[in-house]
């Protein structure tokens, strides 16, 4: 199984203030055949489901602000809010779907200072 | 509008069953891929199995956690997939999340299995 590490596991940025979320895999997320990678970025708020953000490492779902953005490749990610808002206050998870199981990574919490 | 509306949950005994089901709407049902996802109280995410479309092979796969006791299925003739839970125990309690895709991008509200004496 491929096993998801996300770091931090908390963390706390100031409004206005840059966030970042690093993801990495166990072994390699990218197919080599169509060169994409094979990994997710989900927010969940309390009470709610999760909410797919960016697909393919880097494609932001439709609807998602244009201030979340993923990048890496191979076994590194990274989620960046540039520039954290009330709103963005949440978990949140990678996945990557290269092969079942479809591991996630163990989530990290976002918070305001 | 895409929607997925999972049900069936309850409180349910240690080796019980429950057969959880979830109905979507929105989107061409029969050529989507469906996963399910738990959430146990205060945890994260964990995959349990996706089955996907017939035109796609309608290959099934489950998690470790759950293989031989799980069983996905689905019936696009009513836009439903369904997850049959067999051999219950504490550990499966959870909130049951039905998602759409190969990376999940639409989730339903979930429903909520307790397994308890």
């Known amino acids: 199984d491929i096993v998801m590490t996300q770091s931090p596991d908390s963390l706390a940025v100031s409004l206005g203030q840059r966030a970042t979320i690093n993801c990495k895999s166990s072994q390699s997320v990218l197919y080599s055949s169509n060169n994409k990678n094979y990994l997710g970025w989900y927010q969940q708020k309390p009470g709610q489901p999760p909410k797919l953000l960016i697909y393919?490492?880097?494609t932001r779902e439709s609807g998602v602000p244009d201030r979340f953005s993923g990048s890496g490749s191979g076994t590194d990610f990274t989620l960046t809010i540039s520039s954290l808002q009330a709103e963005d206050v949440a978990v949140y998870y990678c996945?990557?779907?290269?092969?079942?199981?479809?591991?996630f990574g163990q989530g990290t919490k976002l918070e305001i200072k | 509008e895409v929607q997925l509306v999972e049900s069936g949950g309850g409180l349910v005994k240690p080796g019980g069953s429950l057969r959880l089901s979830c109905i979507g709407s929105?989107?061409?049902?029969?050529?989507?891929?469906m996963n399910w996802v738990r959430q146990a109280p205060g945890k994260g995410l964990e995959w349990v199995g996706r089955i996907k479309s017939k035109p796609d092979g309608g290959t099934i796969d489950h998690a470790a956690s759950v293989k031989g006791r799980f069983t996905i299925s689905r019936d696009d003739s009513k836009n439903m997939v369904y997850l049959q839970m067999n051999s219950l125990n504490t550990e499966d309690t959870a909130v049951y999340y039905c998602?759409?895709?190969?990376?999940?991008?639409?989730w339903g509200q979930g429903t909520q299995v307790t397994v308890s004496s």
């Open positions: 998602a759409t895709g190969h990376y999940c991008d639409f």
């Open positions: 996945q990557q779907y290269y092969s079942t199981p479809y591991t």
């Open positions: 393919w490492a880097s």
């Open positions: 929105g989107f061409t049902f029969s050529n989507a891929w």
